[in-house]
């Protein structure tokens, strides 16, 4: 929706002619039989969008509705702007008359906004306090944008929260914010977890961030056509070639941390075949592949738990991601055995958390039970309220500023082992991502120093999956998933579950994973 100078200079007349011409074509289009329906449905789609949206977006919701026949995508949308443009100037020819336009068109930079106006009598925003609402949002999604490592959708929705709303609107849902947040920003786009992130992200980061190349199987590979198909299902916006060559992933796989190997008959990349020089790689691989390289070791006359054990001990120098794989009847005390064999410190997570989570209740003159009815509605339901929200993110950062500050206190070489940590797990997504990125950044080591490791021991179930097996935003390569009992754990250990995993992640936090199901 170019203005009227940019038109006369592309045309080569004057700004008058062209706006003379202009209002004769409005005058036509309002008198058309079809433009009072397109006008009643922009009315009805920023109603139901917060009152104000940007121009593009009101022109695919109607090329949803009424279709825009076959043409090349960019010709598509500029019919549908036009129709739009068509929409609002008619509206716009209502003012001074006894219908009031109900909507305006307002410009924020290079951004066009439609917005709706405010009735007489009512509380609702002026379309101006709506544009500038849209533009702060956008320039706020843009920082968070450029934030690395990428914040989680938690930070994001209340980071956007925080931008103050005009007086009179009504709050926007959490999916609305985040796409006109990202919508109006100049290089953001919004992902379908509501994660904010760059329009020019890297093929390579975004493997790294979505972990799209993890779990490949060696029996099956993946092909590029599912590879990118992952990627774009997590940051549907990311600049990929229309056919990229197996050379251009291979890179950035590899610049990913994902060494995987293209077969150029089979058209697959494929993990690497194990070697003995492979033994200390950080390839990302499934459970089943890694205990099929224990028993080649095995039967070649390596003792496959002494290679298990050099692997978590090269890992916890090193760095990287290792889980070993577990019998849950050994889970219990896999925790005591890791910390020590390999004398690191241990922490309780779930008993500090919540130390501090009541110590918080007390502080604000909560009384505990009301924080289990909470947690019990939370178990129930499995939407985390915002009242029990609140308290959870106010109580991870507080945790997350406590083992920052017990690592500091143990020493530079030390390496903190966090067991016992479901409420992590538990509540993820209401702080337990963000503070595993905060400890993650306040406690990287310098790079003269070897990198310290968390290590992770989790169930098998979905929560644990969040901690031990989801990329959690930070800047630590993939690793690797070893299955076999080895000599961790102690013979005739009790515990219950068929399956657990021991994860070692890329910084210095040791976590050890084995009461997913606890609450406060």
């Not at 499995?382 to 950062?397: A, D, F, H, N, W």
Request: proline share 6%; hydrophobic share 40%; charged share 25%.
């Amino acid at each position: 929706m170019a203005t009227a100078d940019c038109h006369a200079k592309h045309l080569g007349n004057s700004q008058a002619t062209v706006s003379r011409h202009h209002v004769a074509a409005i005058e036509e289009w309002a008198a058309t039989d079809w433009i009072p329906q397109i006008r009643d449905e922009l009315v009805q789609v920023l109603a139901q969008s917060g009152r104000v949206m940007k121009v593009q977006e009101a022109a695919a919701e109607l090329r949803v509705r009424h279709g825009a026949g076959d043409d090349t995508p960019g010709r598509t949308l500029a019919k549908a702007m036009a129709v739009v443009r068509a929409a609002a100037d008619a509206e716009a020819l209502q003012r001074g008359t006894e219908h009031d336009p109900r909507l305006e068109v307002l410009r924020r930079g290079t951004r066009v906004l439609l917005a709706l106006d405010s009735l007489p009598g009512t509380d609702d925003p002026t379309p101006q306090e709506l544009a500038d609402y849209a533009a702060a949002l956008g320039a706020e999604a843009d920082r968070l944008a450029d934030e690395d490592p990428l914040p989680g959708r938690a930070t994001v929705v209340r980071t956007l929260r925080e931008v103050a709303a005009p007086s009179g609107m009504t709050p926007l849902a959490d999916t609305r914010l985040v796409s006109l947040a990202a919508v109006v920003a100049r290089h953001a786009s919004a992902s379908p977890r509501l994660e904010i992130y760059p329009k020019a992200l890297g093929l390579a980061r975004a493997l790294r961030i979505s972990q799209a190349a993890a779990g490949v199987r060696r029996e099956t590979g993946i092909s590029i056509s599912e590879l990118v198909a992952r990627v774009k299902a997590r940051f549907p916006t990311v600049p990929v070639p229309d056919a990229p060559t197996h050379i251009e992933i291979e890179d950035a796989l590899k610049e990913a941390g994902f060494p995987l190997e293209y077969d150029p008959v089979r058209r697959r990349f494929f993990p690497p075949v194990a070697e003995g020089a492979r033994w200390s790689s950080s390839t990302f691989t499934r459970t089943s592949v890694l205990v099929a390289e224990a028993r080649t070791a095995a039967a070649a006359g390596r003792d496959s738990q002494a290679v298990l054990r050099s692997r978590l001990t090269t890992s916890a120098e090193r760095g990287g991601f290792l889980a070993l794989t577990l019998k849950g009847a050994n889970l219990p005390d896999a925790a005591a055995a890791v910390a020590a064999d390999f004398g690191v410190v241990p922490v309780d997570f779930n008993k500090e958390f919540l130390h501090i989570f009541r110590a918080l209740a007390d502080e604000l003159n909560t009384d505990w039970s009301k924080v289990l009815r909470a947690d019990s509605a939370f178990t129930g339901s499995g939407e985390l309220k915002p009242g029990l929200r609140s308290y959870v993110q106010r109580v991870t950062g507080r945790m997350s500023e406590r083992l920052v500050g017990m690592a500091e206190e143990a020493g530079p070489r030390t390496v903190l082992f966090v067991h016992n940590a479901g409420l992590l797990a538990r509540y993820f997504d209401g702080g337990g991502h963000d503070l595993l990125v905060t400890v993650q950044q306040g406690g990287a080591p310098p790079r003269t120093e070897p990198a310290r490791s968390v290590v992770a021991v989790s169930d098998g179930g979905p929560e644990a999956d969040a901690v031990a097996g989801r990329p959690h935003g930070g800047s630590g390569r993939p690793g690797d998933r070893v299955g076999g009992a080895g000599h961790l754990v102690p013979e005739g250990a009790q515990g219950c579950g068929n399956r657990r995993s021991l994860s070692l992640l890329p910084t210095w936090l040791y976590s050890a994973l084995h009461s997913t199901q606890c609450r406060p």
